[in-house]
């Protein structure tokens, strides 16, 4: 019995989740008069306009560029950086339990309170709007988590594993790429997929410190549908499932090293 209840919220976890989904994917396929005659129902006849639309007219095919620039520099950063820091933490060095916390704290602290200073500092230096200052924002913001999932992984490792080869003299650099990162892949495909989509994803960010429409991302994009009066509304669903697909094509590419970076320690402190 108790599993039957258990298959019943799951299954409704999942129709709640998807029906709204099901319904901007559909609505992305209708014309407008289509939509307001019958918002949740099924197109009438499928049109592709509403993509050719936004892709075209909307230059959404621009600010699929930026996205991917900044996501992809970010997230190598984000990926590297983690690793290289996670593993120096994980070897229990002096100062390295004060590190570790430093590094918690971030997570701790809401991105709302100091975006003010982010700006500030940003403007100081010439970096407003511009792609450097972008990837190193979400590479800072996106750190420490990267830190916590690697820390933790690089712990559930043998030390056995990591001092063999330098008794037999392997340089450290050798040792974290030829050992460690390959048995590291479950955790990258981890770090990778939720901080891409972090940076993907962002809005509130790139509101603050972009201000050149020539290099706005996807989510910002989105803001052009919307008119003082009327918002377009096919188009703009058209939009959302251009935002939503390279994502969901990355986690189904990736699912299988996301889980097990998710089973094999990664989240152990």
Do not use: H
């Amino acid at each position: 019995m108790p599993k039957v209840i258990t298959y019943i919220i799951l299954i409704l976890t999942t129709v709640i989740i998807l029906y709204p989904l099901s319904a901007i994917f559909f609505s992305s396929f209708k014309t407008m008069p289509d939509f307001m005659a019958n918002p949740l129902g099924m197109p009438k006849s499928f049109t592709i306009d509403n993509y050719i639309y936004a892709w075209s007219k909307m230059n959404f095919s621009k600010y699929t560029l930026n996205s991917l620039l900044i996501t992809g520099i970010s997230v190598l950063c984000i990926s590297i950086t983690g690793a290289m820091a996670g593993y120096k933490i994980s070897r229990d060095f002096k100062g390295s339990k004060y590190i570790y916390l430093y590094f918690l704290a971030g997570m701790s602290i809401p991105t709302q309170s100091f975006i003010i200073s982010l700006f500030s500092f940003l403007k100081s230096i010439n970096m407003i709007s511009s792609y450097v200052g972008m990837v190193l924002t979400y590479s800072a913001l996106n750190l420490p988590f990267a830190i916590l999932i690697f820390a933790g992984f690089f712990k559930t490792i043998p030390k056995d594993l990591l001092e063999a080869p330098e008794i037999d003299g392997c340089p450290e650099l050798k040792l974290f790429t030829d050992i460690l990162i390959p048995v590291s892949k479950p955790v990258f495909a981890t770090v990778i997929i939720i901080s891409g989509m972090n940076v993907w994803n962002d809005f509130f960010i790139q509101m603050i410190i972009n201000m050149d429409q020539n290099k706005y991302t996807l989510p910002m994009g989105l803001l052009k549908f919307r008119g003082e009066t009327s918002v377009n509304w096919t188009p703009l669903f058209a939009s959302i499932m251009l935002v939503a697909i390279p994502i969901i094509i990355v986690f189904l590419l990736m699912q299988k090293q996301f889980i097990k970076g998710l089973t094999s320690g990664a989240v152990k402190g």
